[in-house]
């Protein structure tokens, strides 16, 4: 049972990283296509403060997962499942 939460967390994060990496990569080339004009200015810097928090809240959830993983290790630990 263990291991299939160690396996979920860790898929779990993969799909995390790879979400904001392809985040990344459409901000880079939606503000490469986009004009100078004010509006298209303003529209830019609203999605990257909407980028911004959503980057912060996948770091928040990052650190969640990270201490979950501790808590699972240390509790196989206790039981001696150390696998």
């Given amino acids: 049972m263990s291991s299939v939460i160690i396996v979920a967390?860790?898929?779990?994060?993969?799909?995390?990283?790879?979400?904001?990496?392809c985040i990344t990569v459409l901000v880079i080339v939606r503000?490469?296509?986009s004009g100078l004009s004010a509006s298209g200015r303003k529209a830019n810097k609203d999605?990257?403060?909407m980028i911004q928090e959503m980057y912060r809240?996948?770091?928040k959830m990052?650190?969640?997962i990270d201490a979950l993983e501790t808590i699972i290790m240390d509790k196989q630990h206790k039981n001696g499942d150390g696998k």
């Fill in 9 to 21: 967390i860790v898929f779990g994060s993969i799909v995390t990283l790879a979400s904001l990496i």
């Fill in 31 to 33: 503000m490469r296509h």
């Fill in 62 to 64: 990052e650190q969640r």
């Fill in 57 to 59: 809240g996948l770091e």
């Fill in 47 to 49: 999605e990257v403060e």
